[in-house]
């Protein structure tokens, strides 16, 4: 190694989730030999996230199974992981990151890489023990905790919030045998992500499943001699409960940052190289917005995405551009949910669209919802349709006859390569 | 070692790799550059077809359930969240048929 190089400030990574995780492996891969520090604040080894609202909860795969990797595998590839040690400020001019205890780090370059963390509920007896939240791995082994007890004892659980994360831990408990309650204020499950219609057909979904599901109702409070006993609702029902469950959304994890004077707008905002405005720092995962830009569209929009995959690829990308690339971070966006038996995954990205064109029958449990504006494919939900997600995520910003995508008889691989 | 047809030359395109079964290994077979080339076809992270995945440049597939992508000419993991290699396999064509070489 050259001697500069030896006595420059290490690449810091802060943030050990998989976008922490998978830049800096980039940056090994990419050839980099220069010290890599990831500062994280979770006691855990780097771990799946994605698990733990399914097979983890589920109890279909060990514990050990979550994490990305072994401790001597850092070692093996000279990534110094400092597990624990929470950033607590940055400093654009001294390049410096100060860590909880008082230490502090120079950075020759900085990724920004502190993902998001769950927004709590504020209403009357919200600190009761026995509500739970879901983002982390001592998180879901506290859930699975709750599960198992309440399965001895035949209780119920009130998930509150019907995203993702209440969707699918509302799924997991009901396989499990509990009695489920899942209150969401918006009128179907899902709406900001999937819309009206596909939303009400995961309505349908969790009720063929026996959840009792009510919508447009919230928490007015819990309330409980020392533990949560019972959650009232803004409708005024009461609904008791062995424990509670609280999925309400995140918020990026961007606190530390308030007074660095990096732009945040919900997220640190990037460029598409994944820089933000401080030179040599960049920012990726949950905590990044950034411009996305729609296959053949011509304007920009800008997003915060909360999906593994983005925060694998992005991570990447910042990765690369540290070392000095310029690679436009230009992917189209991806997600997938497991419910029951439904394996959904989802590609593009759409906030607002004109039609929803449905290929297959929900009620078969296989089906496909392109979402259209303008004539063309935005975003596509496919339920059931695994071996399709490649000449799908093809079909994004392609214009093409709806008539023809709702035809199941259309091959999607022969469609996929007309555009 | 057991030398195995698996196909006829034309069956496999750049870019369209496709599956095959061979002594029970599942196998995916790749033409890039005028080049075949055979991987284990099941993704190392958990268990899905590569040959159902996407070509993201020449040499790279990337699994469509996570986003693991590997090295076709090796089968090494190239990006989390797979750490295993799925393993290569000699691969050549011969009279026009496409020919995998594997252990018994
Ligand atoms: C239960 C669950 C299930 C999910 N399921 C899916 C799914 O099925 N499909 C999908 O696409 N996505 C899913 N997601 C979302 C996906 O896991 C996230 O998008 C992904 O984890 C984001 O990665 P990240 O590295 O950007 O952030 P994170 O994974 O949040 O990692 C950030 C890390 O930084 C740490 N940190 C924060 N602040 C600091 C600080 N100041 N100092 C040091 N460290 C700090 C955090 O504690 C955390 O460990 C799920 C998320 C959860 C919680
Ligand atoms: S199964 Fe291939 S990345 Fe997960």
Same mark, same amino acid.
């Given at each position: 190694? %050259?001697? @500069?190089? /030896? $006595?420059?400030?290490? #690449?810091? *990574? =802060? !943030?050990? &989730?998989i976008?922490? +995780?998978?830049?800096?492996?980039t940056?090994?891969r990419?050839?980099?030999?220069?010290?890599?520090?990831?500062?994280?604040?979770?006691?855990?080894?780097?771990?799946?996230?994605?698990?733990?609202s399914?097979?983890?909860?589920?109890?279909a795969?060990?514990?050990?199974?979550?994490?990305?990797?072994?401790a001597?595998?850092?070692?093996?590839?000279?990534?110094?992981?400092?597990?624990?040690?929470?950033?607590?400020?940055?400093?654009?001019?001294?390049?410096?990151?100060?860590?909880a205890?008082?230490?502090?780090?120079?950075?020759?370059?900085?990724?920004?890489?502190?993902?998001?963390?769950?927004?709590?509920?504020?209403?009357?007896?919200?600190?009761?023990?026995?509500?739970?939240?879901?983002?982390?791995?001592?998180?879901?082994?506290?859930?699975?905790?709750e599960? %198992?007890? @309440?399965? /001895? $004892?035949?209780?119920? #659980?009130? *998930? =509150? !919030?019907? &995203?993702?994360?209440? +969707?699918?831990?509302?799924?997991?408990?009901?396989?499990?045998?509990l009695?489920?309650?899942?209150?969401?204020?918006?009128p179907?499950?899902?709406?900001?992500a999937?819309?009206?219609?596909?939303?009400?057909?995961?309505?349908?979904?969790?009720?063929?499943?026996?959840?009792?599901?009510?919508?447009?109702?919230?928490?007015?409070?819990?309330?409980?001699a020392?533990?949560?006993?019972?959650?009232?609702?803004?409708?005024?029902?009461?609904?008791?409960?062995?424990?509670?469950?609280?999925?309400?959304?995140?918020?990026?994890?961007?606190?530390?940052?308030?007074?660095?004077?990096?732009?945040?707008e919900?997220?640190?905002?990037?460029?598409?190289?994944?820089?933000?405005?401080?030179?040599?720092?960049?920012?990726?995962?949950?905590?990044?917005?950034?411009?996305?830009?729609?296959?053949?569209?011509?304007?920009?929009?800008? #997003?915060?995405?909360?999906?593994?995959?983005?925060?694998?690829?992005?991570?990447?990308?910042?990765?690369?551009?540290?070392?000095?690339?310029?690679?436009?971070?230009?992917?189209?966006?991806?997600?997938?949910?497991?419910?029951?038996?439904?394996?959904?995954?989802?590609?593009?990205?759409?906030?607002?669209w004109?039609?929803?064109?449905?290929?297959?029958?929900?009620?078969?449990?296989?089906?496909?919802a392109?979402?259209?504006t303008?004539?063309?494919?935005?975003?596509?939900?496919?339920v059931?349709?695994?071996?399709?997600?490649?000449p799908?995520?093809?079909?994004?910003?392609?214009?093409?006859?709806?008539?023809?995508?709702?035809?199941?008889?259309?091959d999607?691989?022969?469609?996929?390569?007309?555009r | 070692?057991?030398?195995?047809t698996?196909?006829?030359?034309?069956?496999?395109?750049?870019?369209q790799?496709?599956?095959?079964?061979?002594?029970?290994?599942?196998?995916?077979?790749?033409l890039?550059?005028?080049?075949?080339?055979?991987?284990?076809?099941?993704?190392?992270?958990?268990?899905?077809?590569?040959?159902?995945?996407?070509?993201?440049?020449?040499?790279?597939?990337?699994?469509a359930l996570?986003?693991?992508?590997?090295?076709?000419r090796?089968?090494?993991?190239?990006?989390?969240?797979?750490?295993?290699?799925?393993?290569?396999?000699?691969?050549?064509?011969?009279?026009?048929?496409?020919?995998?070489?594997?252990?018994?």
């Amino acid at each position: 190694m %050259a001697e @500069a190089q /030896a $006595s420059r400030p290490p #690449v810091v *990574v =802060v !943030g050990g &989730g998989i976008a922490g +995780a998978s830049a800096a492996e980039t940056l090994r891969r990419e050839g980099f030999d220069g010290r890599i520090v990831v500062v994280g604040d979770e006691r855990a080894l780097p771990y799946e996230r994605p698990p733990l609202s399914k097979e983890f909860l589920l109890g279909a795969i060990p514990e050990a199974k979550v994490f990305l990797r072994a401790a001597e595998e850092y070692g093996a590839q000279d990534i110094e992981l400092r597990t624990g040690t929470r950033a607590t400020r940055l400093d654009v001019a001294q390049r410096r990151v100060e860590l909880a205890g008082g230490e502090s780090i120079a950075y020759d370059r900085l990724l920004l890489a502190t993902g998001s963390e769950p927004v709590r509920l504020h209403v009357p007896g919200a600190d009761l023990p026995g509500i739970r939240y879901l983002r982390t791995l001592d998180d879901a082994r506290a859930l699975a905790a709750e599960i %198992a007890s @309440a399965r /001895a $004892s035949g209780g119920r #659980v009130v *998930v =509150v !919030g019907a &995203g993702f994360i209440g +969707a699918e831990v509302a799924a997991d408990c009901r396989m499990l045998g509990l009695d489920v309650t899942l209150i969401e204020a918006l009128p179907v499950p899902m709406l900001r992500a999937l819309g009206a219609e596909m939303g009400g057909v995961f309505a349908e979904l969790h009720r063929a499943h026996g959840v009792d599901l009510r919508l447009g109702e919230g928490v007015a409070a819990f309330r409980g001699a020392g533990r949560v006993e019972e959650v009232v609702t803004t409708s005024g029902a009461r609904l008791g409960c062995a424990f509670a469950v609280v999925g309400v959304g995140v918020r990026p994890a961007t606190e530390w940052l308030r007074d660095a004077g990096l732009t945040l707008e919900n997220g640190v905002v990037v460029d598409c190289f994944c820089a933000t405005t401080a030179p040599g720092v960049f920012a990726a995962g949950d905590v990044a917005r950034w411009p996305y830009m729609m296959a053949d569209a011509t304007e920009p929009e800008m #997003v915060r995405l909360e999906h593994w995959d983005n925060a694998l690829r992005q991570a990447e990308v910042a990765a690369r551009n540290m070392l000095g690339q310029q690679t436009p971070f230009a992917p189209t966006p991806y997600f997938w949910s497991d419910q029951y038996d439904w394996k959904a995954q989802y590609v593009g990205y759409a906030r607002t669209w004109e039609r929803v064109v449905v290929r297959g029958r929900p009620e078969d449990g296989a089906f496909i919802a392109f979402y259209l504006t303008g004539g063309r494919i935005c975003a596509a939900l496919a339920v059931n349709h695994v071996r399709e997600l490649v000449p799908l995520k093809k079909l994004i910003g392609a214009a093409l006859d709806p008539a023809r995508l709702a035809d199941a008889g259309e091959d999607l691989r022969g469609l996929s390569r007309q555009r | 070692m057991a030398v195995v047809t698996v196909g006829n030359e034309d069956d496999v395109q750049e870019g369209q790799p496709f599956r095959v079964e061979v002594e029970g290994t599942p196998i995916a077979i790749f033409l890039a550059q005028g080049e075949l080339y055979a991987i284990g076809d099941t993704c190392t992270h958990e268990e899905f077809s590569l040959a159902d995945g996407e070509m993201v440049d020449d040499y790279t597939v990337e699994c469509a359930l996570h986003g693991a992508r590997f090295d076709i000419r090796t089968g090494r993991a190239l990006s989390l969240p797979a750490t295993g290699t799925a393993g290569s396999y000699p691969v050549w064509v011969e009279d026009g048929v496409i020919k995998v070489e594997v252990e018994e």
